[in-house]
């Protein structure tokens, strides 16, 4: 059965800080992956996704993602944390069949000033 | 486009009570998700809808939830009879094709409390 997991909760970073947030994925082919954020009474807003070629994924708000077939991960990275990046962040993966997405169990950010 | 719309933003009823959700997907958009979010269990996938046909509802808690799609530009989740443990923020979210690949578009949920 396909499975992500996100390892760290809760992160705390300092504004200006770098940030990586971690997602290992547990699937046979290489699936699609996806970087989603979840602000504070917010829905879940899409940051990048992963299909295949480039195995570094840019997406909004300055973001990036890695996708690493050897360790089953797909990091997202922010080199600078600004305070407005302080919310839910959760990694996804899907299936070319069907179009059912498993969720990760998410990583809280904090932001500190 | 407007997103996904959601209604109401928030309920607030009382056990036994009947509950139902309503979503309106982005025009043109094939397939339409419901999840709930809670502290404990995370997010989770309820059922989904490809061309308004249900695919896998395999997440519905129990009989007391149901949801249908009558047509491409709605669809509503229904809890009879509510319980206090159904309290959770419920999402709908849409994508425009049936793929794994496809982005989902989330509304802003439902928080619902079930006193």
């Known amino acids: 059965a396909q499975s992500v997991t996100q390892p760290d909760i809760h992160i705390t970073v300092s504004e200006g800080a770098s940030l990586e947030l971690r997602c290992n994925y547990s699937?046979?082919?290489?699936?699609?992956l996806f970087w989603y954020v979840q602000s504070p009474g917010q829905g879940l807003q899409l940051l990048l996704k992963y299909f295949s070629g480039d195995t570094l994924v840019q997406g909004i708000k300055g973001f990036e993602a890695e996708f690493k077939r050897s360790q089953s991960s797909f990091n997202l990275r922010k080199p600078s944390v600004h305070w407005s990046d302080a919310a839910e962040y959760f990694c996804a993966s899907g299936k070319a069949a069907g179009n059912k997405l498993t969720f990760g169990g998410g990583t809280r950010v904090l932001v500190k000033p | 486009d407007a997103g996904v719309i959601q209604s109401p933003r928030h309920e607030v009823t009382e056990m036994g009570q009947e509950v139902t959700l309503r979503c309106k997907p982005i025009s043109g958009h094939n397939s339409l998700f419901w999840y709930r979010q809670t502290m404990m269990r995370g997010l989770e996938l309820l059922i989904y809808f490809n061309n308004n046909v249900p695919i896998d509802d395999s997440g519905m808690p129990e009989d007391r939830f149901s949801a249908k799609m009558p047509n491409a530009s709605f669809s509503t989740l229904k809890i009879q009879p509510s319980e206090p443990r159904d309290s959770a923020v419920y999402f709908c979210a849409s994508s425009q094709g049936t793929s794994g690949g496809d982005t989902q578009y989330f509304g802003p949920g439902t928080r619902l409390t079930v006193l």
């Open positions: 699937y046979g082919a290489t699936p699609y």
